[in-house]
């Protein structure tokens, strides 16, 4: 299972209640927060998401509009007696600035904050359920795109196959994962014989600020969904060139020229009250388009 | 004229819709911005501040609900092309933080920003208008009130008066600090010919997060309107003391020691989602108390 909620979708200056960037992924049973935009964990409780499922969090580059939200977001898991190990993958310019302010408050977390520096292009998480790997993205500083894929996805249980067998339902979770099952009275119920074969596993790719380029199509080739910005329309074409940023018939351009399942735009400037021309541009180009608006949940 | 907006009026953690820390102090035409919790530029825009008439910023405290929102109100100022030089006053440790920032985003505010560093008690600011000081209280990293004057209050120009001696209306703010006018034929009008005397000057002082300490109340004594944080109920005494917070009998008590004109409290603890509670335990020792409830204007 793929899915991605928006929980900010403006540029820089928030404006017609947008907020600055922020996402969370989800793939099966994991979440990821994907950049933290000043005032993303009131945006967390505003959509009931359950932060202390989120044990990984991306930040792509440090432009104030997507992480300035996480210092806040570390205290409050702290308050809310979090323990367990949180991941954060960011520039290493980030490391400094949140140990000087930890140290200016005397903070102290009750759970176990790992920072990855983000270096160069490569995995940068592995498990046998999914992987997530980064991508330099071209923007005015160090700009970085992830990628998340399953690296099997679940395989489908066929429920009335699996009552005839007698799999308790508590078991589905593990035969999704391929487990076969053993009843009571010692009968082999072999995994083939009660779910259907997995899906092809699920692809995100998050392509957060950067100009239009052509060097990330083969990093994002074929995934299922692509989130790419488009801060402006195409008529601002010369504007988004001068400041790193994309609009939406260049988006749309690289979405078709990688064979994406469908994308979604964001990062709007706030010179922009009314969206409609964002998605009838990119459209245009690539149909399977959507606009990031915030508190929606997308899958792909 | 003395005013004080509320713009956060929560402890850490965001709840309700209640905000961290944030006021605007206005002393006639001066601008004050005190705390600056995350999510305070939002709190700006929606009780419509003009952010541009802000020179003086002050920060309390580095923990995080008073000062997150501070890095992306300056960017944002700089974003909305800001030119004149501001001034913030914050203990000494948040200048290498804010350094950081700028530089791994590779900012240039448009703007000159004067850092001055909070490290001794008394005058911060004086003009022959107003006149703002600080003083410590006792929390569990260092911490400052500020105490916020008219040096001189404005006089009160008689409008019926003045127009009978020819003094156009341009010319009333003038008037207002001690100014004569000499008509378009020669004629002096003296000032005292066509105004009231100025009432008494106005003070306002913050007490930002502090334990009940009575050392407060010289530095307090006597100002029209103070705000003091009351974090939890009387019935917690023991644990505002272990944080070093008070509660809603002890901030009265502070108050109805130091002869206060009125009370504001606040910094309210997310566990409560009803303040009444508050207001009544406040009341019973001084009358004369306010909750500091977000986006209301309270004059001294």
């Not at 980064?134 to 699996?162: L, M, S």
């Not at 380029?213 to 074409?237: C, K």
Request: some cysteine; charged content about 25%.
């Amino acid at each position: 299972m793929l899915a991605v909620t928006i929980l900010g979708n403006n540029s820089a200056l928030p404006a017609y209640d947008r907020h600055p960037t922020a996402q969370l992924v989800t793939l099966d049973d994991q979440l990821f927060l994907v950049d933290c935009g000043e005032g993303t964990q009131v945006q967390l409780s505003r959509y009931r998401i359950r932060w202390g499922r989120i044990n990984y969090i991306f930040i792509s580059h440090l432009h104030g509009d997507h992480y300035f939200g996480l210092p806040g977001f570390l205290n409050s898991m702290g308050l809310l007696h979090r323990e367990n190990d949180l991941h954060l993958f960011a520039p290493p310019e980030l490391e400094p600035i949140l140990d000087l302010q930890f140290k200016a408050a005397s903070t102290v977390l009750p759970y176990k904050l790992h920072f990855h520096p983000l270096t160069e292009e490569g995995v940068l998480v592995k498990t046998d359920k999914f992987k997530v790997t980064c991508f330099p993205t071209k923007h005015r500083i160090p700009c970085w795109g992830f990628r998340f894929e399953q690296v099997k996805a679940p395989r489908r249980v066929n429920p009335e196959k699996a009552v005839r067998h007698g799999v308790p339902a508590a078991f589905y979770d593990k035969l999704k994962w391929g487990e076969n099952y053993t009843t009571q009275s010692g009968n082999l119920v072999m995994n083939e014989m009660v779910t259907d074969p997995a899906a092809k596993p699920k692809s995100y790719a998050y392509c957060a600020d950067t100009i239009y380029d052509e060097e990330l199509i083969p990093r994002i080739e074929g995934v299922d969904m692509l989130y790419h910005e488009t801060t402006y329309l195409r008529e601002l074409n010369d504007r988004a060139a001068a400041r790193f940023h994309s609009t939406t018939e260049q988006a749309a351009n690289i979405a078709k020229s990688a064979n994406v399942g469908r994308l979604l735009i964001g990062h709007f400037s706030s010179k922009y009250e009314n969206l409609d021309q964002f998605q009838a541009e990119a459209r245009e180009v690539f149909p399977a388009t959507d606009l990031a608006i915030e508190g929606v949940t997308f899958r792909g």
